[in-house]
């Protein structure tokens, strides 16, 4: 099998240019993808960027969800409109793709972990308020899983945080004025969150972790589960020196920025500081190999009892759900660059008793 | 002023005195990144943006090091200096740092409180004499790194002496 170019090593115009033959398996592909990276890019322009909405309907599968951190978004129809109100609040949006992590599936299938920072400037009303002429940048990560041309199920987390503080307002706020809509409306827990919870609170117990940790590049897949274990399930954290680069660099939701072990070490204190009796689940991880090393992308689930102030403000004894995906960059067996994203205002609207 | 050697040099000059931001097509991939004393501007386009708003200044080249160089600007009265660092793929230009002082206030646009400590793991245990460096670290800087190691993290302010920092300044500028 040809080997499958990534994002790395290419400018846009060599990406978007017909790349010819098919590289891999792709059953029921459009003639037009040569590979699963291809595909991911290519309807991704061609849908956001020129604007073709009506290709979501040959893209999606028909009764596709789409999880985020506020709930579920069930059928291609949801789709289409929240694609729609997104681009009516941000028209001149680029989504610049980082990189494609994915691995094959079976009977033709993939999945596909999309990183996309995004340029936009908002024009329109937004689900965050109303328009503010700013220009601003977010990342998006796109978990997809895709069969026959179409994504059949996607975990979508955005850096919302990071997006509300670039147009000038406050996340707090704006998560307590959507609460506040959520408690009128007389919703109590939604049963989606309560029941993801539940799934992580509940989930196995594992034996106390000890010996190192699996080597990323043997079998990335090890690696991510132990670590993730080792760190938020045991509270291990000084795992954090073992697993990381000294000079690594960490991007996080609110675009936070981080370097090296201590302030590494200090993000990981403070999620545990926030959230006292948090467990984690690692739901998916894939990777490939790029120059020097390789990408590895890691989706997590975190349930926890809001009972500290280290992250979101006072205490409010809330159970709290987290959706998240990270993406490694590993060299010379450590992490050199993480980025993760999720939703922090939905994580608020949770603590100020919505969702 | 030196002789423009580069091609970093030579696109210092042609961006911020003559306006050639066209050429930033060729010279970055669309995914760019350049990160400075306060953010992160991610993509070509961006990076495009800013340096149509930055206008066009006066500046020179103070040292050239292929990949690295420091310069000056000037705006009138106002003169300060800067360093620009750029990573590379397949020749175009995947991320470039750069310090600037100015000498006037920015805002971030986001400010989070600071996490961690700076010395993970230390606790009361003393610097050491080597510096904790990430794998692929040059060997030929290895010296220099734990210099600056013992002066600022063991507090060691007497390394710091003139004939030090001249002798680094010139052995480091023939190795590397």
Known sequence: ?355 | MIQLTSDLAELEIALRCHLEYARLADTHTQRSSLEDNWEVVKGREQILARWVAQGRKEAAITADLGEMLAFTVSEGEHRWPGHRWVTREHGRILRETVIEDRGVEREAQAEHPPLGELRAGKGQLPASDTAILPAGFPEAARPLANRLHCAWNGRAFDLFSADWLTSIVTANSADW
């Open chain 1, 1 to 355: 099998m040809a080997a499958i170019p990534n994002v790395g090593g290419r400018d846009i115009a060599e990406i978007l240019a017909p790349q010819g033959s098919r590289r891999q398996p792709m059953p029921g592909f459009g003639e037009e993808y040569s590979d699963i990276v291809d595909y991911i890019l290519r309807c991704t322009h061609r849908i956001w960027e020129q604007k073709d909405l009506g290709l979501i309907a040959t893209h999606y599968a028909p009764d596709i969800r789409v999880h985020t951190m506020t709930g579920p978004v069930d059928g291609v129809g949801g789709v289409i409109a929240g694609t729609a109100r997104t681009l009516s609040a941000f028209p001149d949006r680029t989504l610049t793709g980082e990189v494609v992590i994915w691995s094959a599936q079976s009977e033709g299938a993939y999945f596909s972990s999309h990183r996309i920072t995004s340029a936009a400037t908002n024009l329109g009303p937004s689900e965050l308020g109303p328009p503010t002429g700013k220009r601003i940048s977010f990342t998006t990560i796109a978990d997809c899983l895709c069969r026959e041309n179409r994504i059949a199920e996607e975990w979508l987390v955005r850096d919302y945080s990071a997006m509300a503080l670039a147009l000038g307002y406050r996340p707090r706020t704006l998560a307590a004025t959507q609460a506040a809509a959520d408690r009128a409306a007389g919703k109590g827990r939604a049963k989606w969150r309560v029941e993801a919870m539940n799934r992580v609170a509940d989930s196995a117990r594992t034996p106390f972790p000890g010996g190192s940790i699996p080597d990323p590049h043997r079998d990335p897949s090890a690696f991510a589960l132990d670590f993730f274990d080792r760190v938020v399930n045991h509270r291990r954290l000084a795992a954090v020196r073992d697993s990381y680069c000294p000079a690594a660099h960490w991007t996080g939701p609110g675009a936070r920025r981080l370097f090296g072990w201590g302030e590494i070490t200090g993000w990981f204190t403070a999620l545990i500081g926030s959230f006292g009796d948090a467990r984690i689940t690692v739901d998916s991880t894939t990777a490939v190999e790029g120059p020097g090393g390789h990408d590895i992308a890691v989706r997590w689930s975190l349930a926890g009892t809001h009972d500290g102030s280290a992250l979101y403000g006072a205490p409010s004894q809330e159970r709290a759900y987290i959706l998240a995906v990270t993406h490694w960059r590993v060299l010379g067996g450590r992490i050199a660059e993480e980025t993760t994203v999720f939703d922090e205002v939905a994580l608020l609207r949770q603590i100020e008793g919505g969702l």
